[in-house]
């Protein structure tokens, strides 16, 4: 973490530095992993109101896909106490009960009846604005990125850190 | 840092969960080619989407190349133009006006052709494309005319997606040279820039027409006339939900075959020069209705410049040319609120404002075309999608046409698909669409024996099509599609002899028919292997005599594969293309197999990414069809080329 601390993580330094390290690895990275390590990200930058943060962790996601997989492998992970717990299901993941976390499609049909009280709606694609997800994941080229929707999370009463906002590709 | 050092070969999300935040923004993924896989089980016809991984991992430089990768499509070039056939359909001479061309939405069919510019006179680079969609068969119940055998939809990269500035060079064969300098930048607000230039230029090589080989007066060689060269610029910025994108390109290319009779071995070239603005917004009116509306201004000059014997005179030179200038405006809104339906209902108007033509001798002047012309076209149209019980869909569109000149044109198509499994989708297809004369086939008129007639009675062409289409899902985003189709196709403009004045004329005479089946598979095998294979059959024939349509291959098979090398570091594509034998005339354009490769890397060096190309790696010969504007019946194509290419970011 030395570099960081020693440069302000400006934009057009950071990236640079990082991809020489995660290049000299000569990594294959999977987008469905990539895209769990953001979503546990996610959870660690985003603070959910008291009486929605105790017991374990849920993060609801459609069953048997490749993201259910990647997500399952953080299981043992924790965030902030609570245990990481992946809950699969065949069903809108919007609708089961007490998730932290639920991540839907970008083919999910948008919610009639709002958001879900404290679960942080991650959408997998879609138009950030128009998905009815807080969170939205972007493919752009071979890089994934982030935009929010105040809107919806102050709807949801999940809080974000600085660090995710100044992060995240698009706030709106 | 340590943790990312020791990043395992395949990292799974556990390692990748260990690094900084910061970090996972510039990690590259292994993207996905069809990542559209969802959406395009629903859409009513067989789409296909090619995104810049492909661009970049086959190397391709024009559309073109791309869309000669696609199922039963293939490209014919005559060294000067590129024309795009589907179907068993790419008649030699006409200009490439059944295809629409859509950048961003915008119209670029020109108000005088009605051309689709798909070669190096293209107004956009490539490397600015961030996805191409092609929606196969006819198109007019959504876009009207010139959606004849499909619609073409170009998708430019945003501001984001560059990200600074950013150079690309490319050298290759014959003198190839290529220099781009783009400026990308976006801000958390949704605001986005996308500043580009690019210039090309490539000189091409001394070529050896036998046909115009005559002992003591020509050695046959075209020396210094295959040459290409253009500058294109793009700019684009959005806010909010509007877009603007202006964009500016001026190609000119050298003709060495004396098409249209010119003398040979005399300077010859057609330059190019297109401009447009597009404005598009988009606001949610409510939860459940989306509104969209477009205006855009258009202009294509064409001007070619060439050698014809004149009287007593055996070469005087001659300027042909065009001005078209077009500009409309469009609205549709999308509406979701009615339970399992989706409902669009749009209307356009679009004023073609100058669809001017003209041809004069320059020394001494003659003018021998000072042709001004103008139309409005408008249209409203409708479609609806609804989910019915039982895992089935209806998708019902009709549109509305109406031209100033040409009249009126109702097109609909009906399609029911069927969700057998959830992998499992089958489509039935019933499409129209019509295609209104240009204004060159109206009104290109040059007097003489040899000459030309207007035909201002003109009415439009029309083709009406049947088709199944079988689709398996495999694996999270690949999918395995069979296609049966029957096309009629009636009233075709074709040009022909007036027995009268023995001028040549173009009427409403000619009427054919195809039947064909395409196999295609698109899949990803882990580890960054990517398969695109298909195979094509198709039989298109005229109605009249029974025979065999010129530029109609039988057979096309293609295969699209991008392989990993050394751990990931670089990615092989490797490109074949194999076309069955094609009528040209009395002639014939012999079946050939093309094999393209394209070696790149963006590890090699950070920040930069590197491109080897070997385009035709087996030196091939081969020719396509030419059409009746050349001596020979058939166009020599390009021989082996390399190219390479760097593009570094700052």
Known sequence: MR?????????????????????????????????????????????????AAAGPFIVCVDAGTPLAESLRQLEGKRVDDRRWKVKETADDPRKTGRCSIAVIQSTATQQTNGPVA??????????????????????????????????????????????????????? | MADAGALPDEPNSADLAALPFEALLAVPVVTSASRFAQSIADAPSAVVVLTAADIRDFGWRTLGDALASLPGTYVSYDRNYAYLGARGFLRPGDYDSRFLLLIDGYPTNDAVYGQAAIGTEMAIDMDLVERIEYVPGPGSAVYGSSAFFGVVNVITKNGSAV??????????????????????????????????????????????????????ESDGVARGLDYDRSQQFLAKGSFGGLTITAVHSNRTKGVPNASFGAVFGMPDSTTDTQSFVNA?????????????????????????????????NPSALNVDGAHALWYGIGTHATIKSLTAQTIVIGAEFQRNARR????????????????????????????????????????AGLRHDRDSITGGNLNPRLALIYK??????????????????????????????????????????????????????????????????????????????????GALVFANVDHAAAKGAEWAID?????????????????????????????????????????????????LGTELQCTSARKAGDSVAGGYCLANLTLSSSRLAPRTDVALSLYNAFNKRYSDPAGPAFVAPTVYQQSRTVYAKMTYGF
Not at chain 1, 8 to 21: A, K, Q
Not at chain 1, 137 to 161: H, P, Y
Not at chain 2, 192 to 214: I, K
Not at chain 2, 556 to 564: D, E, I, M, Q
Request: proline letters at 4%; a neutral charge.
């Open chain 1, 3 to 51: 570099l960081i601390a020693r440069f302000r993580p400006s934009r057009s330094l950071l990236p640079m530095c990082l991809v020489l390290v995660v290049c000299s690895a000569a990594a294959q990275v999977q987008e469905s992993a990539l895209k769990a390590a953001f979503i546990y990200n996610f959870a660690i930058f985003t603070s959910w109101p008291d009486h």
């Open chain 1, 118 to 172: 404290t679960t942080l709606v991650v959408s997998d694609g879609g138009v950030s604005g128009k998905n009815g997800a807080v969170i939205t994941l972007v493919n752009e080229g071979d890089r994934v990125k982030f935009d929010i929707d105040l809107m919806q999370a102050e709807r949801t009463g999940v809080k974000f850190s600085a660090k995710l906002l100044q992060l995240a590709r698009n706030v709106i």
């Open chain 2, 163 to 216: 990200e600074g500035a950013q150079t690309s060079v490319a050298l290759g064969s014959f003198g190839e040279k290529k220099a781009r300098a783009t400026y990308g930048w976006h801000g958390q607000n949704g605001a986005d820039v996308l500043l580009s230039a690019t210039s090309f230029v490539r000189n091409g090589q001394s070529l050896y027409f036998p046909e115009f080989h005559m002992p003591g």
């Open chain 2, 280 to 312: 598009s917004y988009e606001q949610p009116l409510s939860k459940d209705v989306n509104l969209a509306a477009q205006a855009y201004w258009g202009r294509w000059d064409y001007r070619g410049e060439g050698f014809y014997p004149l009287g007593d």
């Open chain 2, 356 to 395: 001017d033509q003209y041809n004069y001798w320059l020394d001494p002047y003659v003018s021998a075309l000072d042709d001004h012309h103008s139309s409005n076209r408008s249209a409203v149209y409708v479609e609806d999608e609804i989910q019915l019980p039982a895992n089935f869909v209806l998708n």
């Open chain 2, 420 to 501: 057998a499994t959830p992998r499992d989708s089958i489509k039935l297809i019933y499409g129209t669409a019509y295609r209104a004369p240009n204004a060159y086939e109206m009104y290109y008129a040059i007097p003489g024996d040899q000459g030309q007639e207007a035909n201002p009675r003109l009415h439009s062409e029309h083709i009406t099509t049947r088709e199944v289409v079988f689709e398996h899902r495999l694996g999270a985003t690949g999918r395995a599609t069979m296609s049966l189709y029957q096309y009629t196709l009636r009233n075709v403009i074709s040009q022909l002899t007036d027995p009268d004045t």
């Open chain 2, 523 to 571: 899949n990803e095998f882990g580890h960054g292997w990517r398969l695109r294979a298909s195979y094509s059959w198709q039989l298109a024939k005229d109605r009249a005599t029974g025979a065999t349509l010129d530029n109609s291959p039988r057979h096309l098979a293609k295969l699209n594969l991008v392989t990993p090398l050394f751990w990931q570091a670089a990615r």
